[in-house]
């Protein structure tokens, strides 16, 4: 399915494909300026919903691919991470159809900004004590369980999903904040990937829309990618809540207000 845009809208959402993919790259949130971006423009929900994920994907696997560059992942290591995630991620797209999402509406601006005061108050959050990569595969069981609960999630609603999988990694495996993040960017791949599979079966993708999204997504991923690499935790603590409290209030306002 396409929708005709003109050309303003078109270098619009250039823009903010940019400035999504730099924000995703670094700590996860994009969508939070994608999807609305896509609905100003006349994009019916589910068909923005599709063509942000076909975007997203390009984001996610630019980003990923550059901490794996930089060795900040081994992707060996996390292969019960990818199976749950993928198994997850097709769970939460069946769920979204059958579940009433409204409690999960009102709760999750809650969840999202106790995470953000639990990285602000907390000096063990973000890392900042952990200097050392794991050396083998860590827990599989902590893999399994992490996997399918945040790809279920992300295939269900997945506002946060990329600080979910950030402070949850450090929490669970000891990773340092870039590893962390690599590992974020990795996982959000796969589900992001799963989700699209899903919507473009029920022809809920503008293709043409998506790709240019996704080149400007590609950009952005690679400029994060790279910033957060050379500046760390100084740089990327401080973005981390403020996009954090900045999703919680968007979910909070839909919510409540």
Known sequence: MEFLLDPSHWAFLAVIGLV???????????????IPALLTMGIPPH????????AACFGSLTAGYTYYKQQLIKLRFWRTAFITTFIGAVLGSILVYLIDAA??????????ISIAFYTLLSPKAMGDNISVAPTQSPCKTKQAA??????????????GIGAFWTVSSIRLHKLPLLNSCALARVMTFVSNVTALIIFALLGEVDWILGLWMGVCMMAGSFIGAKSAIRFGIPFVKPL???VVLAIAANLAWTAWL
Request: with cysteine; charged share 10%.
């Open 20 to 34: 999504a993919g730099f924000i995703d790259a670094v700590v996860g949130g994009g969508g939070l300026l994608s």
């Open 47 to 54: 068909l923005a919903l599709g063509t942000n994920k076909l």
């Open 103 to 112: 409690w999960l509406e009102k709760i999750l601006p809650l969840v999202i």
């Open 146 to 159: 992490q996997g399918t609960l945040l790809g279920c999630y992300d295939g269900f609603a997945g506002p």
């Open 240 to 242: 981390f809540i403020i």
